[in-house]
Nanobody, 115 residues
Framework: QVQLVESGGGLVQAGGSLRLSCAAS????????ITWHRQAPGKQRALVAT???????DYADSVKGRFSISRDNAKNTVYLQMNSLKPEDTAVYYC?????????WGQGTQVTVSS
């Protein structure tokens, strides 16, 4: 099993920055991929960013050039650096771990971007 705990959400003005953290209960090296997703009110959960155990990264078109995913293996933590935030980035952000052919989710952290 994998437990995930997100943190770092909050209220920020448009154009501002936030860094989200996703702390995992086991070594990141053992996890195939960690992804960040977000869900805005009335919308489906959507993939935002991916980082694999091999270090490959990928982003949704809507956040390319503004968001950056990274990891600290020593801390078993994945980060999502969010810059140039827009009101449409407002959502609950969740991290996900794909481990041994199962998906594990954190509880989510709220990000609110005011205009």
């Amino acid at each position: 099993q994998v437990q995930l705990v997100e943190s770092g959400g909050g209220l920020v003005q448009a154009g501002g920055s936030l860094r989200l953290s996703c702390a995992a209960s086991r070594s990141l090296v053992s996890i195939n991929a960690i992804t960040w997703h977000r869900q805005a009110p009335g919308k489906q959960r959507a993939l935002v960013a991916t980082i694999t155990s091999g270090g490959n990264r990928d982003y949704a078109d809507s956040v390319k050039g503004r968001f950056s995913i990274s990891r600290d293996n020593a801390k078993n933590t994945v980060y999502l650096q969010m810059n140039s935030l827009k009101p449409e980035d407002t959502a609950v952000y969740y991290c996900n771990a794909y481990y041994r052919q199962r998906d594990y989710w954190g509880q989510g952290t709220q990000v609110t971007v005011s205009s």
